[in-house]
Nanobody, 126 residues
Framework: VQLVESGGGLVQAGGSLRLSCLASGFNWNDFTIGWFRQAPGKEREGVICFSYSDMSTYYIDSVRGRFTISSDAANNMVYLQMNNLNAADTAVYYC????????????????????WGEGTLVTVSS
């Protein structure tokens, strides 16, 4: 199993970034994908849950309407489109996979993830 994030960088407030997660080595129908982020000095939080088996998603309130997750299973890619970024979005972003494959009904839980990527840094300048 391999999870590799990319696409982070420096962006001005109000701008956009698209993060990518190469998720390979497992059956997508058996896992849910989670995007997490850890801001400086804060605990890591689950931001988005994505279940490929039924295409369900869950966004936490602070990103709903601004962030959008999508996938390209043929190429083992999951994307996180982030629009209207603000300083509070500054964080290291991680994708993770939980072996459950159930419908997303809430944010991903850090303690339940089975695999993690190394993270990619997003910095939003105000």
């Amino acid at each position: 199993v391999q999870l590799v994030e990319s696409g982070g960088g420096l962006v001005q407030a109000g701008g956009s970034l698209r993060l990518s997660c190469l998720a390979s080595g497992f059956n997508w129908n058996d896992f849910t994908i989670g995007w997490f982020r850890q801001a400086p000095g804060k605990e890591r939080e689950g931001v988005i849950c994505f279940s490929y088996s039924d295409m369900s998603t869950y966004y936490i309130d602070s990103v709903r309407g601004r962030f959008t997750i999508s996938s390209d299973a043929a190429n083992n890619m999951v994307y996180l489109q982030m629009n209207n970024l603000n300083a509070a979005d500054t964080a290291v972003y991680y994708c993770a996979a939980e072996f459950v494959g159930l419908r997303c009904t809430g944010p991903p839980a850090e303690g339940r993830q089975d695999y993690w990527g190394e993270g990619t840094l997003v910095t939003v300048s105000s």
